[in-house]
């Protein structure tokens, strides 16, 4: 079998090969895909929306359904792992043991499990729990601010510089991915929970979708942005540019929500007891 | 001999990411284990990702980002015309932007997936769960 696969991608390969004889050269500036569309994005970016970036503008202005589109292909991904992984176990009167943190000191409660753990104050201990190590929750907690604040930069800066939503939004969900990685998957669900994870992917949907319907209202095209200077103080162009910006904040939020929500359920496989 | 050179040259890119894909495609036919399958299915994205980032390059082009457009205090706003051939192609980015995100997440979808088989089957072996199928 593994020899068949070898030759089969073997000859695969090479007629791959073959077929490059006819590609244009690395870098020529004269090939088919570097004339027509690209050259009238390149030129008339400025004009139509006065926004430098052309990869963001190309991105939410002149792709817009396209990107719309992959939002909601993330935000749906974000709901199968959930439908196919999510066990929802029934809550037990069971006794379990809870470490008071400052403390130190151990104590045997019953119903162990319908206690919340969003104060931080209690760790539950059970065959699962790890004591954590000082050195990385320290360093994690000293990072993750400046790791979201980061993102935000990168969210709000995308006009100007290489960035925008999908990266700042990724850059956020690591950021809670982090915690939930140094800490435990408990502490990551205390700051953003499941619903909440979920609603803010529906919610970065919503956002770019109503940000849509909103110019269709006005008397514009579906995500034709011009359409905002109606409400807006801003002349059609720059109304562009502020969608846009409006869209890629839609867009950093339904990535960040569905990426947590993926790492929940996958890293717990749907429990949500334990995480990585 | 030049011609041949001056081929390696324009064209050794396309064979590094036929390399990088035919590993990947290995991967997925020959592998027993469900989960370097998934594995194999990032690499053979990797490969279209390069490559796509690669045709929209240029020689003595700049990244996608105007550069001087609104000049200093509003006065110098474009006063020189924008070229085409100064910026590489922005098309293949914005692809591929929305490509790697939307990868991570069908990433997302394929393991929970092989967590359910693992769920049903205990193993994630192709042809032991194979084996359990033809047992039932």
Redesign the interface.
Not at chain 1, 25 to 29: C, V, Y
Not at chain 1, 52 to 55: A, G, K, R, T
């Given at each position: 079998?593994?020899i068949i696969?070898?030759i089969?991608?073997?000859l695969?390969?090479l007629l791959?090969?073959y077929a490059?004889?006819d590609?244009p050269?690395?870098?020529?500036?004269a090939?088919p895909?570097?004339n027509y569309?690209?050259?009238r994005?390149?030129?008339k970016?400025?004009e139509d929306t006065s926004v430098?970036?052309?990869?963001t503008a190309?991105?939410a202005d002149y792709?817009g359904f396209?990107?719309m589109f992959?939002t909601t292909?993330?935000f749906s991904?974000?709901v199968?792992?959930f439908f196919?992984?999510r066990v929802f176990e029934k809550k037990t009167d069971e006794e379990g043991l809870l470490r008071h943190n400052a403390t130190g000191i151990t104590l045997r409660i019953k119903g162990v499990e319908k206690i919340s753990y969003s104060t931080g104050e209690f760790d539950r201990i059970d065959n699962l729990w790890t004591p954590q190590d000082l050195i990385i929750t320290t360093a994690c907690r000293l990072l993750i601010p400046f790791i979201q604040l980061f993102a935000l930069y990168v969210i709000a800066h995308g006009h100007?510089?290489?960035g925008?939503g999908?990266?700042g939004?990724?850059i956020l969900g690591s950021s809670i991915i982090l915690l939930a990685i140094s800490h435990d998957l408990r502490t990551s669900l205390t700051r953003i929970s499941e619903k909440g994870a979920g609603l803010l992917c529906a919610v970065g949907v919503f956002i770019y979708a109503g940000t849509g319907a909103l110019c269709l209202l006005l008397g514009g095209n579906f995500l034709d942005y011009g359409a905002l200077s109606k409400i807006l103080p801003l002349d059609p162009v720059s109304a562009r540019s502020f969608g846009i910006l409006i869209v890629e904040v839609g867009v950093g939020i339904a990535?960040m929500g569905?990426?947590i929500w993926?790492?929940s359920?996958?890293s717990s496989?749907?429990r949500y007891r334990e995480g990585l | 001999m030049p011609d041949i050179i001056q081929t390696i040259i324009g064209k050794y890119n396309y064979w590094i990411y036929i390399t990088l894909m035919m590993i990947g495609f290995y991967a997925i036919i020959a592998k027993n284990n469900l989960v370097k399958k998934i594995i194999g299915v990032n690499i053979f994205q990797t490969a279209i990702i390069l490559f796509y980032v690669s045709i929209g390059a240029k020689w003595g082009g700049t990244i996608p980002i105007l550069q001087n457009v609104h000049g200093e205090g509003g006065a110098g706003a474009a006063t020189h015309a924008i070229k085409a051939v100064d910026y590489i192609n922005p098309l293949p980015h914005v692809l591929m932007l929305t490509a790697i995100v939307v990868s991570v997440a069908t990433l997302g979808v394929a393991l929970s997936l092989a967590i359910l088989i693992y769920r049903r089957y205990k193993t994630l072996e192709e042809d032991e769960i194979l084996a359990r199928i033809r047992e039932k």
């Open positions: 079998m593994k696969g070898l089969i991608v073997g695969t390969g791959l090969i490059t004889g590609f050269d690395w870098g020529d500036p090939s895909a570097n569309l690209s050259t994005y390149i030129e970016t400025m430098p970036n052309i990869v190309v991105l792709r396209d990107t992959e292909v993330i991904a974000g199968v792992c196919l992984l100007y510089s290489p925008g999908f990266q939004g990724v990535v569905s990426m993926i790492y359920n996958v496989a749907g | -």
